[in-house]
């Protein structure tokens, strides 16, 4: 089918057939199709859906367009965990070791940062010499031999979401259902993974901000996957206050440090860490039911998942010391600051997009996708809901390259904050 046709049938309603479909993704790659035919079914998509044939066919399509990984040498069950983002969401820098510690192997292939949300590749980055985008060969070796690795999505994997995904970024059509799911699990899908856990993010700090809206993107997301035949479960997360108490790069991986070393880990992002761990063992055949996979997680907290993540670290060319001494590699801002609340009393409500636009105004994200990082600036010790803040306890320790900065930051803070009496 030509590509106008196509988009002529979606435009009206109809179905495509899995053909067309995989004749116009093979044209997004190698250049039959046009930027504004794919902006056009897009958009056609966007306003008519589609059904779950349709579905399955674009992400199996979109994953065959590059090269698809295989496992085959590894001795084990092969998972990994996606997040739809937010603020403060470290997980995967725990999630892979914790996992790996228990027996699978984690290849979690991660992207950077979008609008307000941190970028697990980003956070990766900021450690000296971490290789955060090795060729296939060091990444299937460090797999391997340590049982999980964290890298960036190399150019041959789902050529077609890369393409399409720049498309739709730029002509509204980002919030669509099967548009996302597609993106998503195409990635994931030609990882090679035998089971895939889903950690979709709901509240004033996520894309999705009804948990209505998360839950159908949760449901899609599995129902697309098991029929593409990639095992999958999915969790909701509530994203109405930031998930840890540090949101930037270089802190994150301290506050990641400190939690698998448990010198401090807050009950919120314990308990995410746990559940999603719990399922992907489940779905590695490594655990019975999900009370079998919590307890395996938390066994492997206590010293197992840290040794995974400083072997890990040394694999990609991270400092070996990074676990003993991180505040000797990682990059520190200048400035230190809290950032005080204007009156006392107790946090009712926070604005947590505002709290991960504050990180990116200090230089922390991109407003451009060619932006460079500053992985020293962020935020430190944010205030959670429930909190009793005042002259002794500020909303945030502020990370800034200057005293301006950061009282700017300390002000977007005030402004993301509820204080009630």
Known sequence: MLPQEAIRLKRDGGVLAATDIEQFVAGLVDGAVSEGQAAALAMAIYF??????????????????????????????????????????????????????????????????????????????????????????LFRRVVGEVGCAIIGQTDDLAPADKRLYAIRDVTATVESVPLITASILSKKLAAGLDGLAMDVKFGNGAFMTSREDAQELADALVEVAVGAGLPTKAVLTDMNQPLASAAGNAVEVIYAIDYLTGVRREPRMHDVVVTLGAEMLVLASLASDSDDGRAKIEAALDGAAVEKFAEMVTALGGPSDLVERPHTHLAQAEVQAAAPARRAGRVSAIDTRAVGLA????????????????????????????????DDRPLAIVHARSAEQAEQAAEQLRAAYTIDP
């Open 48 to 137: 008519n859906g589609m059904v779950l044939d349709e579905r399955v066919a674009l992400t199996r399509a979109m994953t065959n367009s590059g090269v698809v990984l295989e496992w085959d040498d590894l001795d084990g069950p092969v998972v990994d965990k996606h997040s739809t983002g937010g603020v403060g969401d470290t997980v995967s820098l725990m999630l892979a070791p914790v996992v790996a510690a228990c027996g699978a192997f984690v290849p979690m292939i991660s992207g950077r940062g979008l609008g307000h949300t941190g970028g697990t590749l980003d956070k990766m980055s900021s450690i000296p010499g971490y290789a955060a985008m090795p060729d296939r060969d």
């Open 359 to 390: 990180v990116v105004t200090l230089g922390g994200g991109r407003t451009r996708p060619q932006d460079p990082i500053d992985p020293a600036v962020g935020l430190t010790e944010l205030a959670e809901i429930g909190a009793d803040v005042g």
